[in-house]
Structures are given as C-alpha cells and as structure tokens.
C-alpha cells in the first residue's frame, strides 16, 4: 500500500485539478513508527524524483520535528547519492532554530555584525521565524522554484509535522497554508504528518478533509483492558516494534478505497509487509464448526468440474462460447438450431465419441424468444 | 543486587544510545533517585553537566549525592557541575518578556555545550531539568514558552551530541486538556522512565516500580533489543536497588 501512496504522489497532478495530498496520522504509542512512516514515503518518493519518473522535478522538506540531518542520511541508506540529493531535495530546516534565538545570540554577541549563519550543506535552508505562514509559504515555492528542468517544473512538498506548526500557528492559517501549497500550479503533490492525539479530535479530521490520501498508523494490538499500566509488557512491546498502516484513498469520484498491511522496523530500516497472515488465520478459524461437510473433496471437485453445461457448444469442432446475455453474437456463428425461423422441437447435443447424455428441450410456442436478457422491444421505434 | 555503577537493571534497560530520557513520576512514587543516579553517571564517566534546578537548592543535592559517593561541590569548582538555581528565575520581574529570559537562558547552555565541545575533556555533556512542571509555573503558566525552550534544548541534543534528562509530574498533568506538556515530552523522548507505586499495594522492602520504555531511533543497531522493561526498586541512602519483581523477601 505504500507503494500505491507513493505512486499517487510520483503520478501528480492532473491538469484542473488540485494536487494528491495525502496525510500521515499517528499517535504516541506507534510515534517512532509513524515518523519512520514519513522518512520512508519522503525517501522512496525522492528516488522516484531522482529516477525521473515522477511528474514533480524535486521534493521540498519542511522539517520541524527532525533535524534536516536524519532525512539526509535516510535518504543516503536508501541509495541515494549526494548527487541526486542535491540535484532533487531541498530542506527547509526548521527545526534548529525556529524562532531565531540563535540568530539573536550571535547578532547580541557581534553587535548587530550580521553575519549570516551558513549551513555546510547547500539543499538545507534556515527558517527562523516559524509563527509567520505566509512568509513559509513564499519560502516553500521559492525553494520549489529553483529545482533545475524543462518546461513546467513541478515539485513536491513534506511537512514533518503539522503538530509543531500549530504550536505556533492557528488551525485556519496552517490549512490555508496547505490549501494553497495544493492549488499552487507549480505544485505536483503533497504530504504531511500529525500527531493525532496532541490536539482536539477536529483538527487532525479538519487537516483530513484537504488530503486525497490518509494513512493512518495504529498499534497493532490494542488493550481492551487500560492504556499503558505494566501488565501488558508484551502488548507494549510487540506495538513497538510492529504496526498498522491503514491507507484511505479518495478517489476523483467520490470513492472511498481501504488498504491496509503491517509496517516493522528491521534494523534501521522501516520495512512493509503486505501479506497481513494474521487475518488470513482469523478468517480460517471463523468459519464456522459445523457437523456436515462444506469442502468439497478432490474427486468431487474434478466430477464437478467435468460436468458439461448445456449451453456450450459440446465437441463439434466449433470453440465454445458463452453467450453472458450482454453482448449478441454475429447472425452466422449463432447456433442454427436456435435462430432457425421454424419451429424447433428438440435440440440434440452432438454426439461426439463418447456416451453423454442429451438434453431435451421443447419450446413452448413460436412467441418464445430464443434465451436472451435483451429488451424484446428494443429494435421499435416507439 | 549490585550497587548503582555497571551492571544494574536501570544501565542495563537504558541502553547507551538515548540522548532524550524523560522521567516521569509522581506524588506516591517521587522519581528524584533516578534523577541523582543520572547525574552521578553523567559526572563520574568524565562528563560535564548543566543542572537546572527549581525543585531544591544546590546543598540539598550537594548532599544527597555526597551520601553516594559523588563531590557535587568539586565537580563545580572543576567546572564539570553548571548549577543553575531557577527557583527564583522571575517571569516579569526583571526585564524583558519571559520569551527572552528562555532565550538568555539557552545561550548561557549553548555556550558552555560549545565550551564543554572545543575544550580539552571533551566528554559527554548532559542537561538535566528537575523539573520540567515547576519551569511552567516560572513560566507563569505560559507552556508555549517552555516547550520552545525544550525544543532548542532537544534541538542542541541532537547538533552538539549531549544529553537531555528532564523529570516531569505525571500526576499533574492527569486531565485530558492541560495534557500537551507532558505529551509533547513524551513524544521528543527516546527513552521514557516512570515511577510508579506498586500496583500490589505497599511493601515494606519495595518501593516502588519502574518500567522504562525504550522508544530508540532508527540510528541504532540494535534492532532486536528488549523496548519495554518493568522492575521495582528500593531507594537507599547511597544509592537504589533495582530487582525484578519477586526476586526480593
């Protein structure tokens, strides 16, 4: 399901239409699952970008939570080389100095000499004033902007999280911040975490309902009994290391799509494991104990299965079709036995070698149509 | 058991790993011992501190960890131990907003994380917060203030490679509305420590119980190490104790 979330993101946009955005939830007690959730998608989406199959020319990281670092070197594990990163990834850092305190240090400490803080790397940029949207905004599209291509380029946008953003931000202005992020025409696609359980119930529904996608991470056991006391060591350990990722895709039409496979961490790599074999197990142990037999035996499947249907052609050198009652078939190939203008009594099934039985069939008059699902009438012209 | 130092259960479940260790405790089960075996550790391995108090004035942990065999006195002379007493560390009172009290606050802990950095003992430099309820009642109440304050620290975690401890009040933060402190320490620790009663009822030999949860990154190798742990423990004058349960008479 992953793969289907990050081929959305990689396909873009399509012309009228505003761009895939899809939101990543989680909550405490699968945290760390949930924001290894987040580089995964970012890292496998970026070398989508790197490839050139995407539709977006490079991917733009606003990083609150994470320091610019971490996304780097995930990125590096999954194959990227410093190349790609620096022709395709741009990171708006966030995270080391959201409020320009450390800027107002060193500006206090050379007196107003304002030497710019430089980053030794060249795709991560310092933002400091975080509580002002509309200036993250223009910062974005900048960074979007720069990406090198042809023609209409395209990039896409992460924000890692929106749970920090809205410590210093309303609900209103971040959602008009990722609403116009989405109808901006340069960009293709879009995603972003949030920690569902840090706010209200309404907000991370109101963040919802401006996604196409939602890719909800759930413990995959859940206490019925209470929360976190210490008796469910086990329950604990085993949602640390294992999860539910639960993907909801909207489609154009209104259509609501479920998906859902487990997500580990193996060694310090976030992996996907689309055969959930723990339902399958359910499923088999559901059906019910019951003292008749439900399974056929092999013997009876295969009698079964030779069992020939009187509407097929039976052996007479012509293929065998099935008239599904949706399309007709052409004048000639129709049996004749059935569109002869005379009256049929009886039709044989042709005897081919073998001893099988006949199907008698008398038709009750000539007001009979042959078999057929199609409107009688449908040739008047009423 | 064997004395605090190697080999005991609380090293043992923490790993080496963790730069955010969270402690929670409460009223019934004070969590401060893990707090002293914390800073012990970050002092005897040849590392430096900054210690910010509100809880308790500097003898009080002077003597307290004297009774364990560390010279909190010395350390501050040497200049390993950076004591800031907060209990007076005003919200208005003096100039500027509290905003810019944080910040002077953070500087002079970014300074000495560099110092500790380009100096010659370049150790492990740990920042300890005892604890992070009573920052938000300095705060006057103001949680934004402190959790930008925690962040920076978080953030220095991460850049100048040192340590973050932070004790918080679990009770307090009880209801459902007032919960955001707490959840956000929660969600930055990679390492979660909780004091807790026993859930049997009191025992004259136990204490209490700890389980630490072991949140790790994925920066770490060690993929199949034990997450959650949960044993009791019995403080002591010099130290604590820690068995698993029914492993003591």
């Known amino acids: 399901m992953a793969e289907a979330v990050v081929r959305c993101l990689r396909d873009g946009r399509l012309d009228g239409e505003h761009a895939p955005a899809l939101a990543v939830e989680g909550s405490l007690q699968c945290c760390s699952l949930a924001a290894g959730a987040m580089l995964h998608i970012a890292a496998a989406f970026a070398s989508q970008v790197a490839a050139g199959k995407a539709q977006a020319r490079g991917l733009v990281v606003v990083a609150f939570d994470r320091s610019p670092q971490v996304y780097l070197e995930f990125m590096q594990r999954r194959g990227l080389d410093a190349n790609a990163l620096n022709r395709c990834v741009r990171i708006l850092d966030c995270y080391s100095d959201p409020l320009g305190w450390k800027q107002k240090i060193q500006n206090q400490q050379h007196q107003g000499n304002s030497a710019k803080l430089s980053t030794n790397k060249e795709n991560i940029t310092v933002y400091r004033s975080v509580k002002d949207v509309t200036k993250l905004l223009s910062f974005t599209t900048e960074l979007g902007g720069d990406f090198e291509g042809e023609g209409k380029k395209y990039f896409s946008v992460a924000v890692d999280s929106i749970s920090s953003m809205l410590r210093h931000a309303s609900v209103p202005s971040i959602s008009g911040l990722l609403s116009n992020l989405r109808s901006h025409e340069q960009v293709s696609s879009i995603f972003w975490m949030i920690r569902s359980d840090l706010h209200e119930p309404k907000v991370p529904r109101a963040f919802e309902c401006l996604s196409t996608m939602v890719a909800c991470v759930e413990p995959a056991l859940v206490d019925p009994v209470c929360g976190e006391s210490p008796g469910n060591m086990s329950i604990l350990e085993q949602n640390y290391s294992k999860v539910k990722f639960i993907v909801r895709l909207k489609r154009r039409n209104g259509r609501v799509k479920h998906l859902y496979e487990d997500l580990y961490i193996d060694g310090n790599d976030i992996k996907f494991d689309s055969a959930p074999s723990v339902s399958i197990e359910v499923n088999q142990s559901l059906v019910p104990k019951v003292q008749f037999n439900l399974e056929l035996s092999e013997k009876e499947r295969s009698d079964r299965a030779n069992v020939v249907l009187p509407f097929e052609h039976q052996g007479n050198g012509e293929p065998i079709r099935i008239y599904d009652g949706r399309r007709s078939l052409p004048e000639a190939q129709r049996d004749p036995n059935l569109t002869a203008p005379a009256l049929v009594d009886e039709m044989k099934a042709p005897k081919s070698g073998t001893a099988k039985g006949e199907i008698h069939y008398f038709r009750d008059s000539d007001d009979e149509q042959p078999d057929s699902d199609e409107d009688p009438d449908d040739d008047l012209d009423i | ?249």
């Not at chain 2, 970050?42 to 010279?71: E, I, T, W």
């Not at chain 2, 500790?116 to 430099?125: I, K, L």
Request: charged share 20%; with cysteine; proline share 2%.
């Open chain 2, 1 to 249: 058991m064997e004395e605090y130092g190697g080999g005991d259960l609380l090293s043992e479940a923490m790993g080496s790993a963790a730069r955010v260790v969270v402690v929670e405790d409460c009223v019934e089960a004070p969590g401060a011992f893990v707090l002293h075996l914390l800073l012990k550790r970050a002092l005897a391995s040849g590392g430096a501190a900054a210690f910010l108090a509100l809880a308790q004035p500097f003898s009080h942990y002077d003597r307290v960890l004297r009774k364990m065999g560390c010279n909190l006195s010395l350390h501050r002379r040497n200049e390993r131990l950076h004591f800031f007493e907060l209990l007076g560390f005003p919200g208005g009172a003096r100039e500027g907003t509290i905003a810019d009290r944080f910040v002077q606050l953070y500087n002079e802990i970014q300074r000495l994380v560099e110092a500790n950095r380009t100096g010659e003992n370049a150790g492990q430099f740990t920042v300890i917060i005892d604890d992070a309820s009573l920052l938000e009642i300095v705060a006057l109440g103001s949680v934004n203030d402190v959790l930008d304050f925690l962040h920076y620290c978080f953030a220095l975690t991460s850049e100048m490679n040192c340590t973050l401890v932070v004790l918080i009040h679990e009770d307090i933060y009880a209801d459902e509305e007032n919960i955001g402190l707490l959840l956000h320490l929660r969600y930055i620790a990679d390492l979660v420590i909780k004091a807790a009663p026993l859930s049997t009822g009191l025992a004259a030999d136990v204490h209490g119980q700890l389980s630490v949860v072991n949140k790790g990154t994925f920066g770490e190798q060690r993929a199949k190490a034990q997450k959650v742990w949960n044993f009791h423990f019995k403080v002591k004058e010099n130290g604590a104790d820690f068995f698993y349960p029914g492993t003591r008479h």
